[in-house]
Each structure stands twice: as C-alpha cells, then as structure tokens.
T-cell receptor, first 111, second 114 residues
C-alpha cells in the first residue's frame, strides 16, 4: 500500500524551461510535505517543504504547490538548469513519527 | 561537523551471515532513521528512533534490528542476511523528527547479499 506516489518515473526538460514534478498521497493524516533531491552515489538532500496550512511555498527557483482536496502536491523548478538533473523524492508526515517517501522521479535537464 | 556518517560504503555478504551497518551523527539530533532504497520502490523506512533508548518499526522492519544507546549512534543489524536485503541503505537524522524537521542523510551503504 503506497501512501505516497510519484507516478512519473522520469522527466526530461530543456534547460531554461519549467520542470513540474508531481506527487500524490492517500493518507489524510499527512500534514507536512517535503521534497528531497538525490544525486547518484550520494544521500538525499532537503530541498523545500510545505505545511498543510499553506497552498504554496517558494524558495528561489523552487516552488511547491499543495492541493489538499486532491491530495496532490507538485514541485516547480523555474528555470531548469543542467545541475538540477537528479532524482527527486517527495515525503510526507503527520500523525506518527514517520516520514513516508515516494518512489522518486528522475529529472534530466537537457542543455 | 561531519554530519551523518555511515560505514561501510560497500559490503558483500553471503546468505545467512550477519552484520551491522554503522551510523553516527554529530549534530545532537534526537531523531534518527534507517531507509532502504530499491529500484522502483523509492525510500522505505526500516526503523526509527526518537531519542536514546527509544526505537520503533517503520514500513519494512522484518530481518533488521536496531538499538539506540547514545544520541550519536544508531546501528542497523542484519541477523541472517537474505538476497532480498540487497539494497542501498541510508541513515538519516533530524533535530526532533516529524512533522516539520527536514532530515540529513548519510552517503549510504551499498549491500549485496549473495
């Protein structure tokens, strides 16, 4: 039972364009969401987060949108850069002492 | 600060062998956790700890044991390794855990069980 789903295993985007990564969740107890970025042979690093009391959070080129009614969040990267090529994981928490991660989306930004 | 350190980086075991994956952090974080990463499965939580002496199970705890005798260390033990435990293992820590504290991850241990 996958509580956090990232249905697109991979995504390719041209440099300078917008990258949109999507994440869906099923557990209505989740009230905090985080995005992590992972390069090969390294551990994930935190990117941006959002609380369920907000519907948008921005940090530089990265914006996360949350649609609670649809149980959906998305990460927008504008403009995309080749250094953004990585695997992106969304994670959720709420109601327990656990963070639950999605399956990841591999983003490739083409120069 | 070294952050989160994991040893070893690589390990090959035979079925039935036991071993301990080490994890240490120097940030005085209360919350520590172990994940495994498998292709198509993302990061799955094995065990976690909210402080010294307190541990609990995650999503996939079977075949693994943990203990937390100090704030700094959170070792993961494989009692009798199986090929299904071939994976990349990540340890992570955060100041006080969910919901709002982001985790810091170690570089991972790549384990192969033959």
């Amino acid at each position: 039972d996958q509580q956090v789903k990232q249905n697109s295993p991979s995504l390719s985007v041209q440099e300078g364009r917008i990258s949109i990564l999507n994440c869906d969740y099923t557990n209505s107890m989740f009230d905090y969401f985080l995005w992590y970025k992972k390069y090969p042979a390294e551990g994930p690093t935190f990117l941006i987060s959002i609380s369920s009391i907000k519907d948008k959070n921005e940090d530089g080129r990265f914006t996360v949108f949350l649609n609670k009614s649809a149980k959906h969040l998305s990460l927008h990267i504008v403009p995309s850069q080749p250094g953004d090529s990585a695997v992106y994981f969304c994670a959720a928490s709420g109601g327990t002492y656990k963070y639950i991660f999605g399956t990841g989306t591999r983003l490739k930004v083409l120069a | 600060n070294a952050g989160v350190t994991q040893t070893p980086k690589f390990q090959v075991l035979k079925t039935g062998q036991s071993m301990t994956l080490q994890c240490a952090q120097d940030m005085n974080h209360e919350y520590m956790s172990w994940y495994r990463q498998d292709p198509g499965m993302g990061l799955r939580l094995i065990h976690y700890s909210v402080g010294a002496g307190i541990t609990d199970q995650g999503e996939v705890p079977n075949g693994y044991n943990v203990s937390r005798s100090t704030t700094e260390d959170f070792p993961l033990r494989l009692l009798s390794a199986a090929p299904s435990q071939t994976s990349v293992y990540f340890c992570a820590s955060s100041y006080s855990g969910p919901p709002t504290n982001e985790q810091f991850f170690g570089p991972g241990t790549r384990l192969t069980v033959l």
